[in-house]
């Protein structure tokens, strides 16, 4: 099964966090679980924050990509289109919050879990929450933006 | 110079961000500049958004690290303490929240620059913002929390 981020298009597909294209970053992979969204990521042992726990910029950028991807999916289905037509949505990420609830351990394998908020436009806001061993340990929430067609292009 | 970060004692330098025992990560050095703090940081071409641009998540880890650095040395200022003296500060992120304010680009020194807003028992709160050439990209605040001395032992 192809996960959301098989469906970014070329160009938009070498992201850290989730690009296929990017041989360094760490290429998440989300599905549709019912009317959430999971991705499970196993972190490396050099993922530290204090030995035995997972560093908390990690889970803000798990957070981070597995929203707009999310988001991505949810304004798919929105519309009753699948993710393999055009025009590609792609969401870049207005603001993110992370509640670091408790430490979470780096053995293992973590569980994504997010859920459509609000869809507003061209935004939409995603709750995201962070599992090991079944035990929450960050909730995040993520206010992410449809890409402009020039994203980036009058900015810089 | 030493930076805050050459303090942390040996057992909590292996943070991903900015422990200096952790050979993989970002190592991130920040000092004081007055009555702000301040990191320089230079992303790694692999370190893209789309590209041309640098990753939020980089940029949610850099001032998720740079502002816990900057609680501790805060704490040790408002104690009239150096920061080689024990026992030493060293802070958890509570929560993270950052606003992207525009694309940042991925060519070039980030310069990444913190304020203490406010310090209030073991707590201290760090409004931090990534500037790139001269040009604020991102602002994020940070709640800063003391590490318990038992971190993590009864969490798992």
């Given at each position: 099964?192809?996960?959301?981020?098989?469906?970014?298009?070329?160009?938009?597909?070498?992201?850290?966090g989730?690009?296929?294209?990017?041989?360094?970053?760490h290429?998440?992979?989300?599905?549709?679980?019912?009317?959430?969204?999971?991705?499970?990521f196993?972190p490396e042992?050099?993922h530290t924050a204090?030995?035995?726990?997972t560093y908390g910029g990690l889970l803000a950028s798990l957070?981070?990509?597995?929203?707009?991807?999310?988001?991505?999916?949810?304004?798919?289905?929105?519309?009753?289109?699948?993710?393999?037509?055009?025009?590609?949505?792609?969401?870049?990420?207005?603001?993110?919050?992370?509640?670091?609830?408790?430490?979470t351990?780096i053995?293992?394998?973590l569980?994504?879990?997010?859920?459509?908020?609000?869809?507003?436009?061209?935004?939409?806001?995603?709750?995201?929450?962070?599992?090991?061993?079944?035990?929450?340990?960050?909730?995040?929430?993520?206010?992410?933006?449809?890409?402009?067609?020039?994203?980036?292009?009058?900015?810089?």
């Amino acid at each position: 099964m192809k996960a959301f981020q098989d469906y970014y298009p070329e160009n938009l597909a070498h992201c850290y966090g989730c690009g296929s294209k990017n041989d360094h970053g760490h290429r998440i992979k989300t599905f549709w679980d019912g009317e959430e969204t999971v991705t499970h990521f196993t972190p490396e042992p050099f993922h530290t924050a204090i030995p035995g726990f997972t560093y908390g910029g990690l889970l803000a950028s798990l957070i981070d990509c597995h929203s707009t991807g999310t988001a991505a999916a949810a304004m798919y289905r929105q519309e009753g289109r699948e993710m393999d037509t055009l025009p590609a949505f792609r969401f870049v990420t207005g603001s993110l919050h992370v509640d670091y609830l408790k430490p979470t351990p780096i053995a293992g394998v973590l569980e994504i879990r997010g859920r459509v908020k609000e869809i507003k436009g061209r935004k939409v806001v995603i709750e995201t929450t962070v599992y090991a061993a079944g035990v929450a340990t960050a909730r995040g929430e993520v206010v992410a933006i449809q890409m402009p067609e020039n994203f980036g292009a009058a900015s810089v």
